[in-house]
């Protein structure tokens, strides 16, 4: 207890400071979303259904479009960076490009 | 054409008495009001997607081919004692069906007795030799049927009931039964107080009951899964619709797999045996080693699981062969030799072109009758003599003489009619009722079924494929 106090401690007021960075919003959603998966795994221990790893199961099939769903998202995201960087990149060229006309 | 039986209305003034209270209620309600609770109705069926598709149709944007299916605001009311005496009717029914089927794939006793024609089973496209000598899960065969019935009018003025046909292979529309429900009690929540209307939204409960209770003998914890033929099926809402509320996995043939004759399922967990297939999907296409070769809907090998005993499929393969129109004549006969009963439900009068006599009786009485195809459904291939032009009876003529055997005809029955709220107001037109059957360790149904509407003034086609709608069926407890 004495070893474990000061690292306690040290926990709360990290967890303290992240709170005052983050905003008081934040903390209540992670605390809905806490209380959310407790309730759900109390629910299931009270209807005495034993949880495994098992139930996680779905069909390959599902499992298939869920990881090429990510994967188009994924593209597209990166997609959408490349165009919003290639559109910051052609803004600058334009502008040195103004500069340069102005300039002469 | 007999007088109409209304379902509502025992005279122009007055009012039956189970319609009594809603009648009150609805003579308070302003049409605006009623016509926005028909668009609130439409925007939640779009948003939760409870659609249907009419193949090589387009949708109303013109794009595709999901349609709504229209929804009546106005239930149909049955009461209390009505809906008892049809729901002994029946299972009578249905146990009679499930006696047949088995008796065709085993003894065959109803042919030798020589009440069924031979031929007229040998020779149906429906019939399986593949099933011959199997033995399914407590002898039952079509665990889910879904029967039409309809009420048309006595001369006195009374109504009665007859069974219109019988759908024994993988019948739909239960999704909008329990959706319609679900509906009516958020739109019109004051009703359901006024009213003791029989819940029917423990169907899906009581599905599973009936799948697990099938599953083959040496299987404490079955697993069950709802096959589907994919997204592009007709009645795909319901399959996922189904599964979801039943908590079993919504599968397709490709995740299907036959290994030491036993199915399984691909997961994320390695292969997962499957129990009990609640499929809606085709005998046809159910396995390609046995049927067509080119389906890629069932799976290979599934026929020789299903003949071990090692998997059950819902409903049975061959289960055709009972719901063919040419064999549904004879389910009063089948009522008496496999029961000894009399039947509670009556049938339609239905003449069997195949039949010198009765084809020349059809030829000349065109213009009165109801003629079907045999293998006929969604009110496709009939025609409905009383409402057909000259030319559409000639056409139909050239047919049925090209292929008697076919078709059968029946009188034109004055399809009972329940006030419906169309464009105009409220009229009346014409309903059926299919209500849904689950035959498993015992035979158990939810009160009504579901009611379908023909829209169109005067029409008694109620497919919704054909522009029918449906509505909340109520059966009013005592």
Known sequence: MSNGAPLIGLFIAKAQRRKERKGRQEDRFVFLCGLCVLCAFALKVLANVPLTFKELAMLSRTADHLFWMARYMERAGQAAKRLATQSQHGDARQRVAGFSANRS | ?478
Not at chain 2, 21 to 31: E, F, G, I, K, T
Not at chain 2, 52 to 79: H, Q
Not at chain 2, 181 to 208: C, G, I, N, T
Not at chain 2, 440 to 458: C, D, F, I, N, S
């Open chain 2, 1 to 478: 054409m007999r007088p109409s039986f209304d379902e509502m209305q025992a005279t122009s003034t007055t009012v039956r008495d189970h319609y009594r209270v809603y009648d009150r209620w609805l003579a308070q309600q302003p049409s605006d009001v009623m016509h926005s609770r028909r668009e609130e109705a439409e925007m939640i069926f779009r948003r939760v997607g409870i659609t249907f598709a009419v193949y090589g149709a387009k949708d109303e944007d013109g794009s595709g081919t999901e349609r709504l299916i229209p929804f009546d605001l106005i239930p149909r009311v049955i009461p209390a004692s009505e809906w008892n005496e049809m729901e002994k009717g029946l299972t009578q029914r249905v146990t009679a069906l499930n006696r047949f089927i088995h008796d065709v794939y085993h003894e065959q006793e109803i042919i030798r007795a020589g009440i069924v024609p031979a031929d007229q089973i040998f020779k149906n496209a429906q019939f399986r030799p593949e099933m011959m000598g199997v033995d399914v899960p407590g002898g039952v065969y079509s665990h889910i049927s879904g029967i039409d019935i309809v009420r048309a009018a006595n001369p006195d003025g009374s109504g009665s009931y007859y069974v219109l046909e019988d759908n024994l292979r993988v019948p739909s529309g239960v999704s909008y039964m329990l959706e319609n429900r679900k509906m009516m009690m958020r739109l019109f929540p004051e009703l359901f107080s006024q009213h003791r209307v029989a819940p029917v939204a423990h169907y899906p409960d009581l599905l599973l009951e009936t799948l697990r209770g099938v599953a083959p003998a040496a299987v404490n914890e079955p697993t069950v899964v709802v096959l589907t033929p994919g997204m592009y099926n007709s009645a795909y809402f319901e399959h996922a619709f189904l599964a979801q509320q039943m908590g079993v996995e919504l599968v397709e043939g490709q995740d299907l797999f036959v290994k030491d004759n036993f199915c399984y399922m691909r997961t994320t967990q390695g292969p997962k045996r499957v129990d009990v297939i609640y499929r809606r999907v085709d005998d046809d296409f159910l396995d390609p080693l046995a049927f067509r070769p080119d389906s890629t809907l069932g799976c290979a090998g599934l026929l020789s699981v299903y003949r071990a005993g090692n998997v059950t499929l819902s409903n049975a393969i061959g289960t055709g062969v009972a719901d063919d129109k040419s064999i549904y004549p004879y389910v009063p006969k089948m009522i008496e030799f496999y029961l000894g009963e009399k039947p509670i439900l009556n049938n339609v009068p239905t003449y069997l072109c195949r039949e010198e006599d009765d084809f020349k009786y059809v030829l000349d009485h065109l213009g009165e009758l109801v003629v079907k195809e045999v293998h006929g459904a969604g009110g496709y291939g009939m025609l409905v003599g009383p409402a057909s032009t000259k030319a559409e009876i000639a056409d139909f003529r050239k047919a049925l003489e090209a292929n008697p055997a076919g078709y059968i005809a029946q009188p034109t029955l004055s399809l009972s009619t329940c006030p419906t709220f169309v464009e105009s107001g409220i009229a009346p037109r014409h309903i059926d009722l299919r209500p849904f059957v689950l035959s498993g360790k015992h035979v158990q149904m939810v009160p009504g079924g579901l009611t379908r509407v023909a829209l169109k003034e005067g029409s008694l086609v109620v497919n919704s494929s054909q522009g029918g709608g449906t509505k909340d069926t109520w059966v009013l407890e005592d």
